[in-house]
Nanobody, 122 residues
Framework: QVQLVESGGGLVQAGGSLRLSCAAS????????MGWFRQAPGKEREFVAA????????SYADSVKGRFTISRDNAKNTVYLQMNSLKPEDTAVYYC???????????????WGQGTQVTVSS
C-alpha cells in the first residue's frame, strides 16, 4: 500500500502561483511514477503531469506546458507541482497518484490522495 497526502491548495488570483505537495509513504518502492490529475466540477478527471522518482522522464498535458512544473524530493518522498500563470480554468481539485509507468490514463494509477482544492479567481 502507498499512502499519498496532498497539500498546498488554496485561492489565488489569475496570473498567480501555487505549489502543491504530495507526500508519499508506505511501499513507495512499488510505484516508480507519480502523477498529478485534476477534476473540475462536472468534468472528468484529467491528467496534468507525471514523472518518475528517478527523474528520467516527465510528461505534461498540453494545457499546462510551460506553466506547470513537476519535481520531486526523493529524500522526503515528496512530489511537487509548481503552478505559475494560473488561469480560472485551472480551478479544480488536484490529486496526486502513483503508478509504475508514465501514462496519462487515470485507470493506470493505483493509489490516490484525497485531493486539494485550487481555485483561481479572475
Amino acid at each position: 500500500q502507498v499512502q499519498l497526502v496532498e497539500s498546498g491548495g488554496g485561492l489565488v488570483q489569475a496570473g498567480g502561483s501555487l505549489r502543491l505537495s504530495c507526500a508519499a509513504s508506505g511501499r513507495t518502492s512499488s510505484s516508480s511514477v507519480m502523477g498529478w490529475f485534476r477534476q473540475a466540477p462536472g468534468k472528468e478527471r484529467e491528467f496534468v503531469a507525471a514523472m518518475s522518482w528517478s527523474g528520467g522522464g516527465r510528461s505534461y498535458a498540453d494545457s499546462v506546458k510551460g506553466r506547470f512544473t513537476i519535481s520531486r524530493d526523493n529524500a522526503k518522498n515528496t512530489v511537487y507541482l509548481q503552478m505559475n500563470s494560473l488561469k480560472p480554468e485551472d480551478t479544480a481539485v488536484y490529486y496526486c497518484a502513483a503508478s509504475t509507468t508514465i501514462v496519462t490514463g487515470a485507470n493506470d494509477y493505483h493509489y490516490w490522495g484525497q485531493g486539494t482544492q485550487v481555485t483561481v479567481s479572475s
